[in-house]
């Protein structure tokens, strides 16, 4: 399975954008987010099954970014409301079976997509 991330910039605090990842086949029940800003640890965004409309998310981000995703287009989303310069950060799309936070556990990895937040 092949990932592709599109959809950063750079963006002012509270602000918004919204990543796309696209999905080459249906290989792995889930599709999620993964972030990791410089010189930090990779960090758990959130993550959604194809099938059914279950989601997971960071505390970090509840009620900030929403999850979906558009089966006919294999494509899952991440709209992100409420921008803060602590979501700076390369966010990668990632497809695995388990709705986990270890990013260890996810089988396919996109290339990442830059999300800038000014202050």
């Known amino acids: 399975v092949q990932l592709q991330a599109s959809g950063g910039g750079l963006v002012q605090t509270g602000g918004s954008l919204r990543l796309s990842c696209a999905a080459s086949?249906?290989?792995?029940?889930?599709v999620g987010w993964f972030r990791q800003a410089p010189g930090k640890e990779r960090e758990f965004v959130a993550t959604?099954?194809?099938?059914?409309?279950?989601?997971r998310y960071a505390d970090s981000v509840k009620g900030r970014f929403t999850i979906s995703k558009d089966n006919a287009k294999l494509t899952a989303y991440l709209q992100m409301n409420n921008l803060k310069p602590e979501d700076t950060a390369v966010y990668y799309c990632?497809?695995?079976?388990?709705?986990?936070?270890?990013?260890?556990?996810?089988?396919?990895w996109g290339q990442g997509t830059q999300v800038t937040v000014s202050s």
């Open positions: 959604i099954r194809w099938i059914g409309a279950r989601t």
């Open positions: 990632v497809a695995g079976d388990y709705m986990t936070s270890d990013g260890g556990r996810y089988d396919f």
């Open positions: 086949a249906y290989s792995k029940d889930v």
